[in-house]
């Protein structure tokens, strides 16, 4: 019996005319995002990054030669206030991991790009982050996996079915 197995059986106890069974599953869930975002954290701290600046170098990183992007494409890609975006590439700039330069598609814009040394850091991070989830998900088999993802793809396209402004993302 573990934690969430004592608070179902005390609660059945107590309000017996409760169905507690989606605060079990949504409990356990909890319970796991908590150890998988510690766990991503540590990985995070061991490259100088948190989990913002390590989603702004992925972002970049993944987008492509010339791992560049505009502020607006960062925004959407990232779903943060545009203040808190401008937060995140100022400590990034600050490290010398991103720089801003002029936009040539727009020379009154400018784009973020991934400097050498934020190169280098966001490979190593990335590389780490994979294996760290490989760990993470050794307990369960493959079918598992694949079990899960389906639930979780489906349960998510009808969450946010119900919420088309993506308040929840």
């Known amino acids: ?5 004592r608070i179902r059986q005390q609660w059945n106890t107590e309000r017996p005319d409760l169905d507690v069974g ?3 599953t949504i409990g356990r869930m909890s319970r796991l995002a908590r150890q998988l975002r510690q ?4 990985v995070f701290a061991r490259h100088g990054l948190n989990a913002a600046g390590f989603d702004v170098l992925a972002t970049l990183r993944r987008s492509g030669p010339p791992h560049a992007l505009t502020p607006k494409a960062l925004l959407a890609s990232t779903m943060v206030t545009s203040g808190t975006m401008t937060n995140r590439l100022d400590r990034l700039a600050a490290q010398g991991l991103v720089e801003r330069t002029p ?4 020379g009154r814009g400018t784009v973020i790009r991934l400097t050498e040394k934020g190169h280098t850091v966001i490979d190593a991070a990335v ?3 994979v294996a760290n989830q490989h760990r993470l998900l050794a307990h369960l088999g493959a079918d ?5 993802d ?11 079915a119900e919420d088309p402004e993506g308040r929840a993302t």
């Not at 598992?144 to 899960?148: E, K, M, N, V």
């Not at 389906?150 to 946010?160: C, G, Q, S």
């Open 1 to 5: 019996m573990d934690h969430v197995d």
């Open 22 to 24: 989606p605060m079990v």
């Open 39 to 42: 766990s991503h954290e540590e």
């Open 103 to 106: 936009d040539p598609a727009d």
């Open 127 to 129: 590389g780490d982050h």
């Open 144 to 148: 598992d996996r694949a079990a899960l």
């Open 150 to 160: 389906r639930i979780f793809t489906r349960w998510l396209a009808a969450l946010e």
